[in-house]
């Protein structure tokens, strides 16, 4: 048989004992829970971390960069404000002391390669809140990550861009031209090389140069476009490179452009346009990556890409001397042409059609066809420029929800009402405008009418039986014009005027 149970009899405790007990407990209800978890837990926080970046590196899915995510995780396993992965502005000429510990902020390190460049890691803590020694631990160990997160984001691709109607989301057109800058662009974009961009006037550069800048590792920095026609001489080094305080009487000292570009990218459009004094300011500086303030004593590094435009072909200018070839050579290399509109006029009606869209007043436009075949004709010598301004003219003006060819300038209907007038005033046939069609075409190919077979694609007894067509004029009443006809062609003025 089993010994019967004794009765326990629990061991006394003195009242003192109790008290401190009950003292312990109340401590362990007021003070943070997170102080009394295991090391195991603490690991469990980190491994959180690491699981949040790990998919949003494998599975990328919105624009936000490694360090966005590191910073949300993190911040969601310590008990503080907000975490903030940032780097010191080189223009701080003292380094932060780290680390650095105040009443509601921590501040350490992150180990970086380049010794001219100061990354901290930043928690900022509730009212009142401090960080244990396991929670001190851990922002320790994640300021390592900091490091390697930085170097991943540096080297990671850019996601695809969403092209917008807005900003610097649109390259518009479908045409072979137009799909090979998109991809220069987008190869040019995963480097940090210096770009030179040349192309006509209103081709849209500087659209260009945001675009590779918006898909480059430098699109969290800012954009500084500098027009280089409009720099005033005696002032361009304080435009460019800054200016100390109390330089001459009254002037305050403030940042140049390169110094606003830092950590980003600088656009130096219509860099043609400088002389060669100024050329060579800008060449030390862009060879060097650091400026000198006027009145400064000492040179300040700067962390930019330089992007430049120009509308001129700068090979053309250095070889007649207007433009320094060391500064040339510097440029280019890595350079990007931007076609003009009229070498792609399939794409004009896709850039109308997005123009109308953009500059719409409540109700939708469209284009009739004449309008069409107009667009497509004019030669647009200030390209997508002018061609903006003309929709943005045709919607100021426009009484109805069509556009028509009446409401397009003499100037951009002209060469339409020059080719389409004639036979529409003269009621011609089919075969009357079949001959006169080629006759405007043997006249443009220099009246070289094999020349003008090639271009019409027809063979040349054809071209012969245009040639000689005799044209007959149509007896009988004739229909109702449009005004842009009879405003744009009478022959019979024209015959007395030069009688």
Not at 16 to 31: G, K
Not at 151 to 170: C, K, Q, S
Not at 199 to 218: N, P
Not at 256 to 270: C, P, R, S, V
């Amino acid at each position: 048989m089993a010994p019967p149970l004794l009765p326990h009899t629990p061991p006394a405790v003195s009242a003192e004992v109790t008290m401190t007990m009950l003292d312990d407990v109340n401590a362990l209800r007021v003070c943070d829970a997170r102080m009394w978890m295991r090391r195991g837990d603490r690991r469990a926080d980190l491994r959180h971390v690491l699981n949040a970046l790990s998919a949003e590196l494998v599975a990328r899915q919105d624009e936000r960069t490694l360090q966005s995510v590191f910073e949300q995780e993190l911040s969601r396993v310590l008990p503080v404000r907000s975490i903030r992965l940032r780097e010191v502005p080189s223009r701080l000429q003292a380094r932060l002391v780290t680390p650095t510990r105040t009443a509601d902020s921590v501040v350490l390190d992150v180990p970086t390669p380049d010794s001219c460049r100061q990354v901290v890691l930043e928690a900022t803590l509730e009212p009142g809140r401090t960080l244990d020694e396991w929670n001190t631990d851990l922002l320790i160990a994640a300021a390592h990550l900091g490091a390697l997160v930085l170097e991943v984001d540096l080297r990671r691709p850019p996601a695809p861009a969403r092209d917008t109607a807005e900003g610097a989301g649109a390259l518009i057109g479908s045409s072979p031209v137009m799909q090979q800058l998109r991809d220069r662009v987008e190869r040019v974009a995963t480097t940090d090389f210096t770009v030179l961009i040349e192309g006509e006037s209103g081709t849209g550069k500087e659209l260009v140069a945001r675009q590779i800048h918006e898909r480059s590792s430098r699109r969290r920095g800012p954009f500084v476009a500098v027009n280089c026609a409009a720099l005033v001489e005696t002032l361009l080094e304080a435009e460019l490179f800054g200016i100390e305080d109390r330089t001459a009487t009254g002037v305050r000292g403030r940042r140049g452009k390169f110094e606003h570009a830092d950590g980003g990218t600088l656009f130096l459009d219509e860099i043609s346009d400088l002389s060669l004094a100024a050329q060579a300011k800008l060449l030390r500086a862009i060879q060097d990556l650091s400026v000198e303030r006027v009145g400064g004593h000492g040179a300040r590094r700067v962390d930019v890409r330089i992007v430049a435009a120009s509308n001129r072909p700068l090979a053309d200018l250095v070889a007649a001397g207007l433009f320094r070839a060391d500064l040339f050579y510097r440029l280019s290399g890595v350079e990007v042409h931007v076609p003009t509109l009229r070498s792609r006029p399939n794409d004009v009606l896709e850039l109308a059609r997005h123009f109308l869209s953009r500059h719409r007043n409540g109700f939708r436009l469209s284009v009739s066809d004449a309008v069409a075949d107009a667009l497509q004709l004019y030669q647009w010598p200030g390209n997508v420029r002018e061609l903006e301004r003309l929709i943005e003219r045709a919607v100021a003006l426009v009484t109805t929800e069509r556009i028509e060819i009446d409401d397009l300038p003499v100037a951009v209907r002209g060469q339409y009402a020059e080719v389409f007038g004639p036979s529409l005033h003269s009621g011609e046939t089919m075969r009357a405008w079949g001959s006169r069609y080629a006759r405007i075409m043997f006249d443009r190919c220099g009246k070289n009418k094999r020349k003008t077979c090639r271009v019409l694609g027809i063979t040349y007894h054809t071209l012969e039986a245009y040639l000689r067509y005799a044209q007959r004029p149509r007896e009988g009443r004739r229909k109702e014009l449009p005004a842009w006809v009879t405003a744009s062609y009478r022959p019979e003025e024209s015959k007395d005027a030069g009688v």
